[in-house]
């Protein structure tokens, strides 16, 4: 037998032993395409377009030096702000700005996270977690992190517009808009003028409220979230009278139950929720090892990272709910779970897991159900919890604050009649976007031109400011002051680190102007004084400090968070008689359900236009700029589709349109919508994105506010083009067929099996590696990387940390379809087992930095080098874009500029001066034509080295943190050196679990990853 031959029977029995991992259904089935694809190198048409004489005429260093000067007299105009208010550095003195020197500011986001804002000379450059934060702790979402792109969004309403004859809007003074609107409040006599705003995390903006509706008694505010806990928190109420649903010690349960609650993706805060998991996902403690099983209608990010994973339709979970509490004998009704098991074809076996485990870990183990479900759910999980002793993962040191109440569905109705009625004089749409997200059956856009004064107070134009009769910028969350509540037992503030950019104004200020009753009330200091003013009488006396106020103030600002004494209020014991009237009513399964779910990316569409958030891939599906219906295989079969087909669904006569996605691991019956999708007013980038599925919600609940019984779902003419970011990334071709489990890309055990064997991982490793190379010495420090796969959720959290911290470009869908997104770092996504129960491996992937690197050796102008710290490095002036480095590279992680794709997306959108400030003065600005890839962030390695030089010390691997190990919520990623054998990446290098990626090809690489531990039982391993 030959060599080649010999090596195929190896192969082949290999194949026999280890689970084969797919990543789409076009691999698993052997997809001709897909085959094809795979042997290239490139997909098909990505070097069109390129030619070396359609470079730029101008040289890089020309380029960059005009970048320079324009970022300079940029900032420049902003420089003296802050000689304007107290802008408190949180780790240097204010009045220090050195060029050349950042400067860090605690602040607060949108979502209430604690952050701390990275400035250079005087613009804010990146986001990052505030440690001091009780909640998040230093680490923040992808959304928080990419929140500063919209803020040098060239979007942005730059100047006060108010609607002229023929519906054109024009651009008006702030003083003549407050004389006009101030009238026409003061006119109002009995109407109401109506508030609509989004949900009130502050306190001085809730006083604000309050002061207003004191000045104009007809004023009454409406709160709304397109996504919230309402539903749960009534449950809540009816169980135990108490109104918010409890915080949960996701580390201290040793069994989780997740009924559709996607606590690790999108369902309540799921950066604390991450953080607190994964400290259960420890290797180095198996004892506490956390076992999470997933029961749910599609595949999310927490069924993802399930060790059990249950498909089953949302409608049905009542019935297994009530099936258990029949099974563990806690309760008397007709739900049989075998019947349940037999009627929806569960895996009894696991169920039968599931019970036992329940058994055993009374007080450790809590059933869990996700905001969409219905309230007769969370019911019976509320009252099979309390038997089960989950009250002891109860928190009882913090809750959850509700400033104002959301607004219910009879306060929505009467001021839709209201407004039909012509009883509301004005609506103010307080940074808020009702018209996309309120149910269009409720009629609130044909309402608003029953109303003569229609005011919108926004960043960009929008849904709602386009029906206005005046649309007001507002300033950026990164130009205004706040304070934030999301907690008991501390507040939050929030703190400007630049002047405003546009002619824009802080809404609370706006309001303040019209409370006043003078235009020329306003200056740029009017909030700022009435917030300090806010927490020097209200506050500062609840807090007992030692300080006199001004210190005070100065270290709330520099902390960015003050402790407080209020306590949460505990709840009392369950409604013993709540579960009698709760039985679960018979379900169709002649009739799909549809699933409304938040975008993992976008939200409720409030970042549609933020150009980073729309081309992350999806965590799951690894689609890009778009939304679409996720099903399954059967349910496609039985409508008659395929991947990229159009279908109609029809809810009592709400219709959409869109793309479908054949989605491994979804139920049957079930489709699966994110909305934040299809916006008509979302500036250049956001625009006419994806598909409005916020036109199937009602007024008239269906199974629940976000899942309904579909009257039809049909296939109609026509396709869409559904970009995935995942399979041109492919490590296979004819030679290496399957590597990824034949060549240990992903490996994994069971915690069982760890236990009992430690050095399973690698019983059966030979490698003789030999080389030709002498091994080189690092005497000094060696920089690597470990990545533990037990605790990776596949977020993507790090994906935009990267690119912010390293300028890297949006090329838009259509370049994403060529394989021409420039990420550095991705996140790869593997399946095993069938496309009806998948099981799913994560791994992030990015540059490798080998000893022996491939790439290093094919460049023909030695463009690609090896540093004597273990860094493979790029010189970007000496690339001339041969691409031999990539095609020599078995990780597939370097990028190529094929365009400038700065200039290429949307006519130059990343070529305005403005977006130019976002740009990281440490890092180079690439041009056309060159190769680039993950540095291990050597600008941060480079800053940590002069400051160990000026204090005359050595360098240590603890002083350098990557921007994506900064932004992991699991703490996922480890970074140092590895020459010090105390540290802990060296600790994990040589951890039984630690392995390397395709270690047969001897590059020797230099990030290792701990393998992923399946907390299954002895008889399922």
Request: charged residues 25%; neutral net charge; glycine residues 6%.
């Amino acid at each position: 037998m030959n060599n080649r031959k010999k090596e195929k029977a190896e192969l082949s029995e290999n194949n026999n032993l280890q689970p084969h991992y797919w990543r789409s259904l076009a691999e698993l089935h052997n997809d001709p395409n897909f085959k094809e694809a795979s042997r290239h190198e490139f997909l098909e048409g990505v070097t069109n377009d390129f030619h070396p004489s359609q470079l730029p005429s101008f040289s890089r260093r020309k380029f960059l030096a005009l970048l320079g000067a324009s970022a300079a007299l940029a900032a420049a105009g902003c420089s003296d702000y802050h000689d304007k208010g107290e802008i408190v550095p949180y780790t240097s003195k204010p009045e220090e700005i050195l060029p050349g020197k950042a400067n860090y500011y605690a602040s607060s986001a949108r979502d209430g996270s604690g952050i701390l804002i990275k400035t250079r000379e005087g613009r804010p450059i990146k986001v990052d977690g505030n440690s001091d934060h009780p909640v998040n702790r230093g680490k923040v979402s992808a959304q928080v992190q990419a929140d500063i792109l919209n803020l040098y969004d060239s979007s942005r309403i730059k100047n006060p517009l108010k609607r002229r004859a023929g519906n054109a809007f024009t651009e008006t003074s702030w003083k003549d808009v407050d004389n006009e609107i101030i009238k026409e409040l003061s006119n109002a006599g009995g109407k109401e003028i109506a508030i609509i705003t989004k949900r009130i995390i502050s306190p001085a903006t809730k006083k604000v409220l309050d002061g207003f509706a004191q000045k104009y008694p007809g004023s009454k505010v409406y709160s709304y979230e397109l996504f919230s806990n309402v539903i749960r928190n009534k449950a809540w109420q009816k169980c135990y009278s108490s109104s918010q649903y409890p915080l949960i010690k996701w580390d201290e349960a040793k069994i989780i139950i997740s009924l559709d609650a996607d606590f690790l993706g999108t369902d309540g805060d799921r950066i604390e929720n991450s953080r607190l998991f994964a400290i259960g996902r420890d290797v180095k403690n198996l004892n506490k090892f956390n076992r999470l099983y997933t029961i749910e209608g599609n595949m999310s990010i927490t069924g993802m990272n399930s060790d059990y994973r249950i498909r089953l339709r949302p409608d049905a979970q009542l019935e297994l709910i009530m099936g258990i509490i029949n099974e563990l004998g806690y309760g008397a009704n007709s739900v049989k779970l075998n019947d349940v098991i037999r009627k929806y074809s569960l895996p009894g076996k696991t169920i039968s897991l599931l019970l036992d485990d329940v058994r055993k870990n009374k007080g450790k183990a809590i059933f869990y159900a996700g905001r969409t479900l219905p309230e007769s759910i969370h019911i019976a999980v509320n009252y099979l919890n309390e038997k089960i002793g989950a009250v002891y993962l109860y928190r009882t040191d913090a809750a959850n604050v509700e400033l104002i109440p959301l607004s219910d569905d009879s306060d929505w109705q009467q001021l839709i009649d209201k407004m039909n009625n012509s009883r509301v004089a004005a609506t103010i749409h307080f940074d808020s976007n009702p018209v996309y997200h309120l149910p269009k059956d409720l009629g609130y856009e044909n309402a608003l031109l029953k109303v003569s004064t229609v005011i919108s107070l926004t960043e960009t134009e929008n849904e709602s400011s386009v029906k206005a009769n005046y649309t007001l910028p507002i300033n950026h969350p990164f130009e205004a002051w706040g304070d934030v509540k999301i907690r008991t037992g501390f507040y939050s503030l929030q703190q400007p680190v630049i002047a405003p950019i546009f002619n824009t104004r802080q809404k609370e200020a706006v309001l303040l102007t019209w409370l006043s009753g003078n235009p020329d009330s306003y200056n740029d200091s009017l909030y700022h004084q009435y917030l300090r003013n806010h927490w020097q009488n209200e506050i500062y006396p609840t807090i007992s400090s030692v300080l006199d106020f001004k210190q005070f103030w100065y270290g709330a600002l520099h902390d960015g968070i003050v402790l407080s004494k209020d306590k949460p209020i505990q709840h009392g014991s369950i409604n013993s008689d709540i579960l009698k009237s709760k039985q679960p009513e018979e379900t169709s399964t002649d009739r799909f359900i549809i699933s409304l779910r938040e975008s993992y990316n976008v939200g409720d569409g409030q970042f549609a236009g933020n150009g980073w958030l729309q081309e992350l891939p999806h965590p799951v599906s690894k689609i890009t700029w778009d939304n679409y219906a996720a099903l399954s295989a059967v349910s496609a079969e039985r409508i008659g589709v395929k991947n990229d087909d159009l279908i109609e669904i029809n809810i009592d006569g709400r219709k959409l349109e869109l793309p479908i996605f054949i989605q491994p691991g979804a139920a049957d019956d079930t489709i699966t919508i994110e909305l934040g999708f299809g916006r008509k007013s979302a500036g250049v980038v956001g625009t006419e994105v994806g598909f409005n599925a916020n036109v199937l919600l009602s007024k008239n609940d269906g199974i629940s506010k976000w899942i309904y019984s579909a009257s039809s779902v049909q296939k109609v003419k026509g396709r869409y083009n559904l970009v995935t970011a995942q399979e041109h990334h492919a490590f296979d071709n004819e030679l290496l067929k399957d590597i990824a489990q034949n060549r240990g890309i992903i490996r994994e055990g069971t915690v069982e099996q760890y236990k009992k064997n430690p050095r399973f991982l690698h019983e059966k490793e030979k490698h003789e590696l030999h080389s030709f190379y002498t091994t080189f010495e690092y005497t000094g420090v060696k920089w690597g990387m470990a990545i533990d796969l037990n605790k990776c959720l596949g977020c993507g959290d790090c994906i935009i940390a990267c690119g912010s911290e390293n300028n890297i470009p949006v090329v838009g869908k259509d370049q994403v379809a060529k394989g021409r997104e420039m990420h550095w770092l991705r996140i790869d996504r593997y399946y095993s087992g069938s496309p009806e129960e998948p099981v799913v491996s994560n791994q992030p992937m990015l540059c490798q930095h080998c000893d022996q690197a491939p790439c290093e050796n094919v460049c023909p102008v030695t463009a690609t080098t090896h540093s004597p710290d273990g860094l493979n490095q790029m010189v970007y002036n000496r690339c001339v874009g041969t691409r031999y480095c990539s095609n020599n590279c078995p990780y597939k992680v370097r990028r190529f500029n094929f365009f400038n794709f700065r200039d290429h997306f949307k006519s130059g959108y990343q070529e305005d001066s403005l977006f130019s400030l976002i740009y990281n003065p440490e890092v180079t600005v690439r041009s056309r034509g060159v190769m680039e890839k993950c540095t291990f962030c050597i600008q941060r390695i480079a800053e940590a080295r002069q400051e160990a030089i000026n204090e005359n010390r050595s360098l240590k691997g603890s002083d350098v943190k990557t921007a994506c190990q900064d932004a992991c919520p699991t703490n996922a990623i480890v970074f140092g050196d590895m020459n010090d054998k105390e540290s802990e990446l060296t600790k994990f290098r040589n951890h039984e679990l630690g392995y390397y990626l395709l270690e047969e090809t001897n590059s020797r690489p230099n990030v290792t990853y701990i393998a992923k531990l399946r907390n299954t039982h002895p008889e399922k391993a």
